[in-house]
């Protein structure tokens, strides 16, 4: 059995898990920034670096304890080397530098958008994998259609060319006036809206597997603020009356995750995938998850709630299939060198 420890610190989670062979989470441990960054409305990245340093190594030892093995048993430090934010990377890699030369263990740098590929490899009960399949990773700050044709081996499809799937939600529950993050809080309301109320602009209907967003969110703030462009200091006066909220959430999100699903549908036929695979904070959306079933006749995968928004256990997980024959074997090398990667393209996995 491999026992790796994950470590997470690229946006605005601390986290740290136990991952046994990976596929059982022996332990997983988030502390989350939520409340730190809500009255910013969106991640403060100086404020997050320095929350991760005062948390880190309270959450690690935590993992430890609850996993219920002693820092001897591990095989091996997994840590999220990028894409992120670089003061926020670089507490977490320096950290699992440190503890895996005092404990005299294998580091290996970990691709965080490979992390949401492997929760999927985390969701119990698991069943085998027939590639080729189609990956959406949809998040805060990504939005990536993959074809991934084995373990490690991924064809970027396309992606947004400006903001990411998740971004648009969080924009749009400012403009609303709801809680940071905006996503849970506009499923919330637009469960009690009607999503044909508006008709926002579906973006990029064409033959690319790109996505746009920016255009979305500009056409929901046309619609609900009274100055769109004027004085931003008091924002409540901003929002128009005479909307419904519930109503706009619901079209706002139906507009997205239609474009979402209909690339995503498409790339999954023309590529003879066996299952759609859905990841990332945005896949928990219950809509998302239900129109994509409803538009492609394959199986398609999301991962448990815990494990769609940023965790460590996924990226132990990754460490286990890319590393985990040499950590059995003990040829893993160490890069001591490890640097912080804040653009890595999971077409650029060595
Ligand atoms: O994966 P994640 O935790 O962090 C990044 O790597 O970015 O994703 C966080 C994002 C936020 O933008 C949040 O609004 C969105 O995921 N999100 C949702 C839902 N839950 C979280 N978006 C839509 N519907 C949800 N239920
Ligand atoms: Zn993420």
Same mark, same amino acid.
């Given at each position: 059995?491999?026992?790796?420890?994950?470590?997470?610190?690229?946006?605005?989670?601390?986290?740290?898990?136990?991952?046994?062979?990976?596929?059982?989470?022996?332990?997983?441990?988030?502390?989350?920034?939520?409340?730190?960054? $809500?009255?910013?409305?969106?991640?403060?990245?100086?404020?997050?670096?320095?929350?991760?340093?005062?948390?880190?190594?309270?959450?690690?030892?935590?993992?430890?304890?609850?996993?219920?093995?002693?820092?001897?048993?591990?095989?091996?430090? $997994?840590?999220?080397?990028?894409?992120?934010?670089?003061?926020?990377? =670089?507490?977490?890699?320096?950290?699992?530098?440190?503890?895996?030369?005092?404990?005299?263990?294998?580091?290996?740098?970990?691709?965080?958008?490979?992390?949401?590929?492997?929760?999927?490899?985390?969701?119990?009960?698991?069943?085998?994998?027939?590639?080729?399949?189609?990956?959406?990773?949809?998040?805060?700050?990504?939005?990536?259609?993959?074809?991934?044709?084995?373990?490690?081996?991924?064809?970027?499809?396309?992606?947004?060319?400006?903001?990411?799937?998740?971004?648009?939600?969080?924009?749009?529950?400012?403009?609303?006036?709801?809680?940071?993050?905006?996503?849970?809080?506009?499923?919330?309301?637009?469960?009690?809206?009607?999503?044909?109320?508006?008709?926002?602009?579906?973006?990029?209907?064409?033959?690319?597997?790109?996505?746009?967003?920016?255009?979305?969110?500009? $056409?929901?703030?046309?619609?609900?603020?009274?100055?769109?462009?004027?004085?931003?200091?008091?924002?409540?006066?901003?929002?128009?009356?005479?909307?419904?909220?519930?109503?706009?959430?619901?079209?706002?999100?139906?507009?997205?995750?239609?474009?979402?699903?209909?690339?995503?549908?498409?790339?999954?036929?023309?590529?003879?995938?066996?299952?759609?695979?859905?990841?990332?904070?945005?896949?928990?959306?219950?809509?998302?998850?239900?129109?994509?079933?409803?538009?492609?006749? =394959?199986?398609?995968?999301?991962?448990?709630?815990?494990?769609?928004?940023?965790?460590?256990?996924?990226?132990?997980?990754?460490?286990?299939?890319?590393?985990?024959?040499?950590?059995?074997?003990?040829?893993?090398?160490?890069?001591?060198?490890?640097?912080?990667?804040?653009?890595?393209? =999971?077409?650029?996995?060595?």
């Amino acid at each position: 059995m491999t026992y790796i420890l994950g470590i997470e610190s690229s946006c605005d989670e601390t986290a740290a898990a136990v991952v046994i062979d990976g596929k059982t989470i022996a332990s997983s441990v988030i502390a989350s920034q939520i409340d730190l960054h $809500a009255q910013y409305g969106g991640v403060f990245p100086e404020v997050a670096s320095r929350a991760h340093v005062e948390a880190i190594s309270t959450v690690v030892d935590q993992a430890m304890r609850e996993a219920g093995i002693p820092y001897a048993t591990l095989d091996g430090i $997994a840590v999220t080397q990028g894409p992120g934010l670089v003061g926020s990377l =670089l507490v977490g890699i320096n950290y699992a530098k440190g503890l895996a030369m005092s404990l005299n263990k294998p580091l290996m740098g970990i691709n965080h958008l490979e992390g949401h590929v492997y929760s999927l490899w985390l969701t119990q009960p698991f069943r085998e994998v027939e590639f080729p399949v189609v990956v959406l990773i949809v998040s805060g700050g990504h939005t990536e259609l993959l074809l991934m044709r084995g373990h490690g081996q991924y064809e970027r499809l396309g992606g947004t060319l400006d903001d990411a799937a998740g971004e648009a939600f969080d924009k749009v529950g400012r403009m609303l006036n709801l809680p940071f993050p905006g996503g849970p809080h506009i499923e919330k309301a637009g469960q009690n809206g009607n999503a044909s109320a508006y008709a926002f602009p579906r973006a990029k209907r064409d033959d690319s597997y790109d996505f746009s967003f920016s255009g979305l969110k500009t $056409a929901v703030m046309r619609e609900v603020m009274v100055k769109p462009s004027g004085d931003k200091t008091d924002k409540k006066s901003q929002l128009r009356t005479d909307i419904s909220v519930n109503d706009v959430a619901a079209s706002f999100q139906e507009a997205l995750v239609e474009t979402l699903v209909i690339k995503t549908a498409r790339a999954a036929k023309t590529y003879n995938a066996t299952e759609v695979f859905l990841s990332g904070g945005v896949s928990a959306n219950q809509r998302l998850r239900a129109m994509m079933k409803k538009e492609t006749d =394959l199986p398609v995968r999301y991962p448990p709630l815990n494990l769609c928004t940023d965790n460590a256990a996924m990226i132990a997980a990754v460490a286990h299939f890319r590393y985990g024959d040499k950590l059995k074997k003990g040829t893993m090398p160490t890069d001591w060198d490890m640097d912080v990667r804040t653009m890595w393209s =999971l077409s650029d996995m060595r």
